[in-house]
């Protein structure tokens, strides 16, 4: 039997989620427009029909062939795709196994399964170095020689224009103790830098300009009364009420980060999660012995507490002064406080402001009173909560999403369609939004970091979070592997960036014209056309009026 015969190929577009007992309808694509130095990306999807496995080969025949990578698009397993009252703009509710993982391929060959739908990914990433044009990709399937191939080609024009550099602020939390935890290597020890500089560069490769910087362990996420794994940059010496302070650590930190392309610090919260009521764990050494002297049982608007800070504060500072990172930090007071926190975090804010009234400080909330009454001037609302922050035209605004925003919004859990994740950056262009939260890069713990998770086998933080919530990224043994959610969110950065360049030829108004033709609404964080065919079609519409004036 010929291998034709064997094989089924569709060539499809990154917004496609091939599942293995499901033959991929929508999404069929064979050609499309990119940037001079954008990361473009198509899928392969294959049907093996033999009735044993094989190794397949694989061979790209095309001038791009120096800049195309091919990845397995590997399931992995969700227990917990959604809540129970989710909407309907979702792929599939029951558990099961869900494409995300970007696995890289061992000497350019696959192995197709029997009666399975999978998919390629396929990624070229020129980097400016190629000259506009058409260019053909061919990709050749072959068990023997290639002689007997089976063939697809993708057609790819090649713009010539670039991207401009990224405004955007945008983090996803790193989590520096879940890379110590998973790989089994003390904290700060020669392997764990290494294997921070190794997901920062995964990071900046992928956008994330900003990188959460652990001045003391973050609490975030963490069971009351409990404690997750020291991860301290600033050594701290306690002699009576005087404290000083080794920012050597950090300044290695911050050396290691900018190396790899970091713009920005987000140094953690100074105080406790869901409330700002308590201290976070702070250890020093005194009297020769190192222990902890600030955490749970630590009143957050103490005068012990703020002690302390009135000390930390203007030596962190004279340490940013001092590296020239004035422009480049942000401060956290404490995260997701309720209208039921106000008085509480209205104290450690105040409490903050005498030290750091020249430097942004910024925090997930969403109800828009801590705004009106002044006790922060830099809220981060969720996508779902924006619509009055946008009404009284807060400037500088930011926004996020987490577990939380399930419904109508932009989101990218396992079990959602690609394009409700790429959707955002069109949002973020229109409403002019200065900086994306995440809070979700690598959190590898089950929910309130009881205990550390594999996350090959668990994606939703032990039933806690619906899968796709906690992380973008995964522990491979040579460093991080990449998702399908974290290229596609990548996607919606380079559409910013993209409507960016189309204004600075046509003006902003021109841009949402052409960005909401058609629709019979505007487009807002809740009301966005769903499908991605209109997604591609419209960034297809977008490149070529940028082609007009290059």
């Not at 009666?115 to 506009?132: C, F, M």
């Not at 909560?385 to 919004?409: A, G, M, R």
């Not at 949002?427 to 205990?451: A, D, E, M, P, T």
């Not at 609404?521 to 591609?536: H, M, N, R, S, V």
Request: net charge negative; proline share 6%.
């Amino acid at each position: 039997m010929f291998l034709s015969e064997k094989m089924k190929l569709k060539l499809l577009s990154s917004l496609v989620k091939t599942f293995a007992d499901e033959e991929p309808t929508y999404g069929q694509q064979c050609m499309g427009s990119m940037l001079g130095n954008e990361v473009y990306s198509f899928q392969i999807a294959y049907y093996w029909s033999a009735l044993r496995r094989k190794s397949i080969r694989l061979h790209v025949n095309s001038e791009l062939a120096p800049f195309v990578s091919i990845r397995k698009v590997d399931l992995v397993p969700s227990e917990m795709p959604c809540y129970i009252d989710h909407d309907e703009n979702v792929l599939r509710t029951a558990p099961g196994l869900y494409p995300d993982l970007l696995t890289p391929i061992d000497n350019e060959e696959i192995v197709v399964i029997p009666g399975q739908w999978r998919a390629l990914w396929v990624t070229i990433e020129p980097e400016g170095y190629i000259k506009s044009g058409n260019y053909p990709v061919e990709i050749a399937f072959f068990e023997n020689t290639e002689d007997e191939a089976v063939k697809v080609v993708y057609q790819l024009q090649v713009i010539n224009a670039l991207l401009p550099k990224q405004k955007l602020v945008h983090t996803e939390w790193f989590h520096t103790d879940c890379l110590a935890t998973y790989y089994r290597v003390p904290v700060f020890s020669e392997e764990h830098w290494m294997r921070i500089g190794q997901f920062i560069q995964t990071a900046v490769k992928h956008g994330i300009n900003t990188i959460l910087t652990p001045l003391f362990t973050p609490p975030l996420d963490t069971e009351i009364g409990s404690e997750r794994p020291t991860v301290q940059l600033v050594d701290v010496i306690k002699s009576n009420d005087s404290f000083s302070f080794c920012f050597k650590k950090l300044k290695r930190w911050i050396d290691l980060c900018i190396s790899k392309g970091v713009e920005y610090f987000e140094f953690s919260h100074l105080f406790t999660q869901w409330g700002a009521k308590n201290a976070p764990k702070i250890i020093a050494t005194e009297n020769g012995e190192s222990k902890r002297i600030f955490g749970w049982d630590t009143d957050a608007g103490g005068e012990e507490y703020k002690l302390f800070l009135s000390q930390f504060l203007p030596e962190l500072k004279k340490f940013i002064k001092r590296n020239d990172l004035e422009k480049r930090c942000y401060f956290h007071v404490s995260d997701e406080p309720k209208l039921e926190h106000f008085e509480s975090y209205k104290i450690a804010s105040n409490i903050l402001q005498e030290h750091l009234e020249d430097y942004p400080v910024i925090d997930a909330l969403s109800n828009y009173e801590f705004y009106k009454k002044g006790v922060i001037k830099n809220p981060i609302p969720a996508n779902n909560h924006i619509k009055e922050f946008i009404e009284n035209e807060v400037p500088d605004l930011w926004t996020y999403y987490c577990c939380s925003q399930y419904k109508e919004v932009s989101n990218r859990f396992f079990n959602m369609p690609s394009a409700r994740n790429r959707i955002i950056g069109m949002q973020l262009y229109k409403f002019k939004i200065k900086g994306f939260l995440h809070w979700g890069f690598n959190f590898w713990y089950s929910v309130l970091s009881r205990y550390p998770v594999d996350p090959y086998r668990v994606t939703d933080a032990s039933y806690a979070f619906p899968s796709g919530d906690a992380f973008l990224v995964y522990p491979g043994e040579d460093g991080p592997i990449e998702s399908i959610r974290l290229e596609v969110f990548n996607e919606a950065l380079q559409d910013l960036r993209a409507l960016l360049l189309l204004e600075t030829f046509i003006g902003r108004e021109a841009v949402i014209s052409i960005l909401e033709d058609g629709l019979e609404e505007p487009i807002t964080f809740g009301e966005y056309p769903k499908d991605a065919e209109w997604l591609l079609a419209k960034r297809k519409t977008i490149n070529s009026r940028i082609a007009e004036f290059v």
